[in-house]
Every structure is written in structure tokens, then in C-alpha cells.
């Protein structure tokens, strides 16, 4: 009979350490307070189970390094997490913030590209939270075996890093960042290409058209009218005078478009110059101006002239237009 006690002892003794053991697990993989507040938490490339279990309890979001590990991989998720930038808090349970890293639940930031942004402008604007570097993104945008990849015609990515209000994660590749940005563009150019070949454009001399029009103008119902000036004038081979062109092909221009540069011949979007389109786009126009190139209004204008409003007076012969110059420009300067 005295072995019967002991084997009860035994057990009982097995039955108490096991419910100790189940309430200091249960413990250890409680949330660290009741209310604590949120803490961006980054999983780098490459980065361990055990390496991020040790840096969320050095950081105050788990209680038990240990405790961690083991119910990452109780719950098959070790070589599920992913890298990025997490919100997290230690009022969350382990087990919440283990599914955040392996579901990919990144923290995102917002950043606006407005229409008519050069693609230094939108490196430096992607750069701002630091979503990209600015000279990696510039390499690669830059570079023509990405605008092959990206399936855009040209050099660069100038001119298709298209306009819009996006929520993008910290760490991702230029090339992915790029490419969310292209695509944003090929979206909206699948719509406009039928119309586009019906003139005989190609996608890069619709989107050049189309970015020499975003930058022209700032008023929407003129878009349509500028991008008219512009075909009529192709349409009898005259130059198309366009400034934003010009100032595009100048190195860090000043603000003051002068005289000489208007002359200036080695300048190869000087449209002053040169017959036709410049070489490629000169910023990245948004959907109003690129549908304004493919389906542009039906007029007889060649010129147009500045109000100083934003808007514009329109003329169909250079008599015309002079006299608007004399009354727009002429007066401004006196």
C-alpha cells in the first residue's frame, strides 16, 4: 500500500508543478499592461524568431522572450514573419502582435504627388518619410532597362510615376515602389490607348503631349484647349513654343527663363528650336491631362496667352494673339 501513496504523491505532485507551469505560460503570454501606448517596431531582412522575441521584451511588448518563441512555433508562425514596420503595443496579447509580423500588417504612411511633378520632385517628395532614398530611387527611375521592365516607352520613368494620393510601407525595394506608381498609370492608360492609336500617338508621345499640356495650365476645363493649340500646331508643322519645355532642358534653372535660352540650340526640349515633340515627357501629367491629348477639343486655335489668373486667352491667328499679348502681358509690365 506504501507504494500507492507514493504514486499518488508522485502524481499529485506531477498535477501541481503542471498547473503551475500552465499558469506561469498563461502568465507570460498575458499583455504587458492593460493600456500602454503604441511603438513602431521594425523586423529587419533576414532577422531571426528568437533575435525579434528578444527585442520585443527588451521593448517592453512581451513579457517572455521564451514564452514567445514557443508559441510561435506551436502556432506554426516562425517562418511567417515578415519584414517591415509594425504599431505595436504591450497592451496587446503576444499572440496579437505575432499575427500583426506574420500576417504583414505594416505600418503605411501617406504621401500626395500632384499632377506635374518632375521625377526628381517625386523622388524628393518619396523620400520625405522615408519611403525610398532619393538617389536609389533616381538611379533606378533613371535607368532604361527599368522603364522596359515597368512597360513604359522611354529612357526613364519620367513622365509615368503617375499622380496620386498613396499609402506606402517603409522598406520596400525602389523597384517595388516604382512599379505601385506605374501601375497606377498603366491603369489608367488602358483606357486612353485605343484613342491614343486612332491619332497615331504612341503611349511616350501622348504622355509627353500630355505633360507639357499638366504643366501649361492649372485650370481643368483647359486642359482640353491647350492640348488643341498644341495638335494644330504639330498638325502644321509649327513649333510649339511650350516654356515649361524649354525649362525643363535647362540645369538648375534660376526662375528666369531669358532670351539666350529661347535661342539656345543645344538644348534638345528647346520647343523654340526644334520641330515636333521634345524628347520625352517633361513630368508625370495626371488622367485629365493625358484624356485632353487623345480627346482633345475641336478648335482652329494656334496660340494662347496668359491672363495672370491662371487662365488663359485663346486666338486663332497671330493678329489675334498679339493683341491679347498687348493686353495681358504689355500692361503687366508697365
Excluded: C
Amino acid at each position: 500500500m506504501r507504494w500507492l501513496w507514493l504514486l499518488a504523491g508522485t502524481l499529485l505532485l506531477l498535477l501541481v508543478a503542471a498547473g503551475a507551469g500552465a499558469v506561469a505560460l498563461r502568465q507570460a503570454l498575458s499583455p504587458v499592461a492593460q493600456q500602454a501606448p503604441d511603438v513602431l517596431f521594425s523586423v529587419s531582412p533576414g532577422e531571426t524568431l528568437g533575435a525579434i522575441a528578444m527585442r520585443l521584451e527588451r521593448e517592453g511588448l512581451v513579457r517572455s522572450a521564451l514564452a514567445v518563441k514557443w508559441l510561435a512555433r506551436w502556432r506554426n508562425l516562425a517562418s511567417s514573419l515578415q519584414t517591415g514596420e509594425y504599431r505595436l503595443s504591450g497592451a496587446l496579447r503576444p499572440e496579437e502582435i505575432l499575427e500583426r509580423i506574420a500576417e504583414g500588417r505594416v505600418e503605411t504612411y501617406e504621401v500626395v504627388l500632384p499632377e506635374g511633378l518632375t521625377l526628381v520632385q517625386t523622388a524628393e517628395r518619396l523620400a520625405a518619410p522615408g519611403l525610398v532614398d532619393r538617389e536609389a530611387f533616381l538611379a533606378l527611375a533613371r535607368d532604361a532597362e527599368t522603364a522596359r521592365r515597368l512597360g513604359v516607352q522611354g529612357e526613364t520613368l519620367e513622365g509615368y510615376l503617375f499622380p496620386e494620393t498613396y499609402r506606402l510601407p517603409k522598406g520596400l525595394p525602389p523597384l517595388e515602389v516604382a512599379r505601385v506608381l506605374v501601375d497606377e498609370f498603366h491603369a489608367v492608360w488602358k483606357e486612353l490607348a485605343p484613342l491614343a492609336k486612332r491619332q497615331n500617338f504612341t503611349m511616350k508621345d501622348a504622355v509627353t503631349l500630355a505633360s507639357i499640356v499638366e504643366k501649361e495650365t492649372g485650370v481643368p476645363e483647359e486642359r482640353p484647349l491647350i492640348a488643341s493649340v498644341f495638335l494644330n500646331r504639330l498638325a502644321r508643322r509649327m513649333r510649339l513654343e511650350a516654356d515649361p519645355a524649354v525649362i525643363y532642358g535647362i540645369p538648375d534653372f534660376d526662375g528666369n527663363l531669358r532670351r539666350r535660352d529661347l535661342e539656345n540650340e543645344d538644348n534638345p526640349y528647346n520647343t523654340y528650336r526644334i520641330f515636333g515633340l521634345p524628347p520625352g515627357p517633361i513630368a508625370s501629367p495626371g488622367a485629365a491631362s493625358l484624356r485632353a491629348v487623345v480627346r482633345p477639343a475641336r478648335t482652329d486655335y494656334l496660340y494662347f496667352v496668359s491672363k495672370n489668373d491662371g487662365s488663359h486667352v485663346f486666338s486663332a491667328s497671330y493678329r489675334e494673339h498679339v493683341n491679347a499679348v498687348n493686353r495681358y502681358q504689355k500692361r503687366r509690365s508697365r
